[in-house]
């Protein structure tokens, strides 16, 4: 059985601590192990601060819509933000800095992405109906 939770927050840094407080208690309601838990709650933060930071270009009373959902095996996640459509399969294809490059070679930040699509099982993006809709799958306990 599948069990699932949405919220949805405006788009404002100060939303940022209510919407991972949303996906630890949604964990720790549904018996996620700490590490799974940790992980969802990373990419929580990850997205929800670029579509803050980079899509809406600082705080916006546009909506984003959080909604989470566990089975025995895995987590998903559904992240949407109404931003301009940036499609973040493309950014790694194209554009992400490597994981395995040495510091001294890397420019200074753009590893959020590649660390959330790392830490995922799968990751789709679709822009539809003026959404930008990021779906991922995890495990469930990490």
Known sequence: MIH???QIFSARM???????????AFCEQ?????GGALRLTLIVEELFTNAVVHGH?????APVRIQLGVDTTQLTLCFEDRAP???????LAA??????AP?????VGGLGLPLVAQ???QFDYEHADGWNRVRLVLGRDG
């Open 103 to 107: 510091a001294e070679e890397r420019r």
């Open 4 to 6: 699932s939770d949405l």
């Open 57 to 61: 270009g600082g705080d916006s009373d």
């Open 30 to 34: 549904q018996g996620v192990a700490p």
């Open 119 to 121: 830490m995922a099982r």
């Open 14 to 24: 100060a939303s940022l601590a209510p919407a991972t407080g949303f996906v630890q």
């Open 85 to 91: 459509p940036f499609d973040p399969l493309q950014y």
């Open 95 to 100: 554009a992400a800095p490597p994981l395995d």
